[in-house]
């Protein structure tokens, strides 16, 4: 069973600056992608950003040259770093690991953590 740990979640003005951290289970974590979503109050679940086991990042348009992700594969942990983020409600950013490299649809991930809240004020 694979168990996934977020955390950083909060509270941050827009423009601002905010680093997620998810905390894998698995063993053999540098075998793995991960992926990064995040969802809204009444709206589907978003495709953020995705990591390839070989380090190869895919971000959704909509976060392209704001975020990045990382992954550092000796603390089994895959980071989110959230630069000029823009004004809205609260979010809750999942971590995810993918069935396939390279997936960007909900129903192709397998495992998924709790996810921390985010909430970006104007």
């Known amino acids: 069973q694979v168990h996934l740990v977020e955390s950083g979640g909060g509270l941050v003005q827009a423009g601002g600056s905010l680093r997620l951290s998810c905390l894998a289970s698995?063993?053999?974590?540098?075998?793995?992608?991960m992926g990064w979503f995040r969802q809204a109050p009444g709206k589907e679940r978003e495709f953020v950003v995705g990591?390839?086991?070989?380090?190869?990042?895919h971000y959704a348009d909509s976060v392209k040259g704001r975020f990045t992700i990382s992954r550092d594969n000796a603390k089994n942990t895959v980071y989110l770093q959230m630069d000029s983020l823009k004004p809205g409600g609260p979010a809750v950013y999942y971590c995810?690991?993918?069935?396939?490299?390279?997936?960007?649809?909900?129903?192709?991930?397998?495992?998924w953590g709790q996810g921390p809240q985010v909430t970006v004020s104007s």
């Open positions: 995810a690991v993918p069935s396939r490299s390279g997936a960007t649809l909900p129903e192709s991930y397998d495992y």
């Open positions: 990591i390839t086991w070989a380090d190869e990042p």
């Open positions: 698995m063993r053999t974590f540098s075998y793995y992608a």
